[in-house]
């Protein structure tokens, strides 16, 4: 049986919190950043959770059941 290898990039942008569910990083962040409020740029801060559209695909990348 063959070791299974999961897909590099999934696992440096995707992270599994203690109950199951995949997190992610906000998109916007890298740039045009001096438009954006202090209030928008403090809430990129925090991971959001991955849409359930896209959790079946993202845990196949990271090798998850």
């Known amino acids: 049986m063959p070791k299974v290898k999961r897909q590099s990039a999934a696992k440096k942008r ?14 916007m962040r890298s740039h045009y ?8 740029k403090r809430g990129f801060d925090k991971d959001v959770a991955l849409d359930e559209s896209n959790v079946k695909s993202v845990k196949k990348l990271l090798g998850l059941k």
């Open 33 to 40: 950043l001096e438009k954006k409020s202090a209030k928008k």
């Open 14 to 27: 995707f992270k599994v919190t203690g109950t199951g569910k995949l997190m992610r990083r906000p998109a």
